[in-house]
């Protein structure tokens, strides 16, 4: 049985603070081959401005391809992702739920390559590789 390489995958980097204030550091990993992974109440603002801020960035740049929940657990936070489906609606258009929530996590799993989730006309300007998302927007 042919078992697919691990895909190394960073989860919610919007919520902490050094990456935040570097951006930079999250483009390296991204070219070096991490998937970035939002945490949906970040994107709906659960965890406030500056994660929400952040996600949004990461989502138009194209350096986040997957959405998940923060449930770690049957208990505690809820795996509803109607939210999240409603903000990347709204922020990269309709097919944007269907990859990044649908299609992506299960080329994960098969081990393939991800579907990118904006189209080069839907590129954000990018911020300097010094100014931080959390002043940058």
């Known amino acids: 049985m042919d078992m697919p390489l691990a895909t190394p995958i960073l989860a919610h980097p919007e919520r902490n603070r050094h990456l935040v204030e570097n951006p930079s550091i999250i483009r390296d990993l991204v070219k070096r081959g991490i998937e970035i992974q939002i945490n949906s109440g970040s994107l709906e ?12 960035c990461l989502l138009k740049e194209a350096a986040a391809r997957l959405v998940a929940s923060d449930a770690h657990g049957p208990l505690g936070r809820s795996t509803d992702l109607s939210g999240a489906a409603r903000a990347l609606s709204s922020l990269l258009g309709e097919e944007a739920p269907r990859l990044i929530l649908g299609e992506n996590p299960g080329l994960i799993l098969e081990g393939e390559e991800l579907a990118s989730t904006v189209s080069d006309s839907q590129l954000t300007s990018r911020p300097s590789r010094k100014r931080s998302w959390r002043r940058s927007r």
Do not use: L
Not at 45 to 56: K, N
């Open 45 to 56: 603002g659960i965890f406030g401005e500056s994660a929400r801020r952040t996600a949004r």
